[in-house]
């Protein structure tokens, strides 16, 4: 038996990337998921791929910066699959990389901090909600980052955004552990992923540094992230509550 057959998972940002190859292993292991994003085509991809593998996955076009989506994606997959067992709040945006904070552009410092935090806050309210109507309690787990535990120059959108995830996360999940939902969050470092791919040249100089500098002597791959997050969500991961696990190579530690 899989480790999540007859769970039911509302994952976001499920295009590409982290949340792409975690749909991916929930479905492999039993899991119908609910793959939640902007990116129709993309999104759509990532259904056909697991329902090609004979699995069962749903597309729900979500911008989880509103909350009357979110409210209404996550009523849609309690209808559509019977239940909420867990939540993958995982769609993030980066915003700015080489802009200072006396230069950073406060459109895209309020974009950045809509998606990546208040649609955190958002995810989390009305999974939390579902999951206590049901009273069979659940698992969450947020996606933050080594920057929700550390700072870094030029990213201060992302890196302020990181941090109010795993306040929130903490505080909810000391709100909700006695109801039987545990809440926790995944802190990924340099990953390879389209978000995190060089724009130009001189990004590629600056990100290339940073790679070398990762003792595990590689770039993590979407699947690390994935197995730790599922991780997470198992009854392996029973006992921990309001955590953000780094998973990062090793940067962390220097």
């Known amino acids: 038996m899989a480790?999540?057959?007859?769970k039911v998972v509302f994952?976001?940002?499920?295009?590409?990337?982290?949340?792409?190859?975690?749909?991916l292993a929930f479905a492999h292991e039993g899991a119908r998921v609910a793959v939640c994003d902007v990116a129709e085509a993309q999104a759509q991809e990532t259904v056909k791929l697991i329902t090609d593998a004979g699995g069962t996955a749903l597309f729900i076009k979500t911008n989880v910066a509103s909350a009357s989506e979110v409210e209404s994606a996550v009523q849609r997959t309690v209808a559509e699959f019977g239940g909420l067992h867990i939540g993958i709040n995982n769609a993030g945006i980066e915003g700015s990389r080489?802009?200072?904070?006396?230069?950073?552009?406060?459109?895209?410092f309020r974009r950045v901090i809509d998606v990546n935090l208040?649609?955190?806050f958002l995810c989390m309210k009305y999974q939390i909600q579902a999951m206590r109507e049901s009273k069979a309690?659940?698992?969450?787990?947020?996606?933050?980052?080594?920057?929700?535990?550390?700072?870094?120059?030029?990213?201060?959108?992302?890196?302020?955004?990181?941090?109010?995830?795993m306040g929130m996360t903490r505080a909810a999940a000391l709100e909700y552990a006695r109801s039987g939902i545990r809440i926790n969050a995944i802190c990924p470092g340099f990953i390879d992923t389209?978000?995190?791919?060089?724009?130009?040249?001189?990004?590629?100089?600056i990100m290339d540094r940073y790679y070398a500098a990762i003792p595990a002597k590689r770039v993590g791959q979407p699947d690390d992230i994935a197995k730790a997050i599922l991780f997470l969500a198992s009854e392996d991961a029973g006992y921990v509550y309001g955590q953000g696990m780094i998973v990062d190579g090793g940067m962390s530690a220097m």
């Open 98 to 108: 080489d802009k200072a904070t006396h230069d950073y552009d406060e459109a895209t």
């Open 11 to 23: 994952l976001t940002g499920g295009a590409t990337g982290i949340g792409r190859a975690t749909a």
């Open 3 to 6: 480790r999540f057959d007859n």
């Open 137 to 165: 309690g659940g698992v969450i787990v947020n996606t933050a980052s080594f920057l929700g535990h550390f700072g870094m120059q030029f990213h201060l959108a992302y890196v302020t955004a990181k941090h109010g995830v």
């Open 194 to 205: 389209p978000m995190t791919a060089a724009r130009n040249e001189k990004d590629q100089q």
């Open 118 to 120: 208040t649609g955190v």
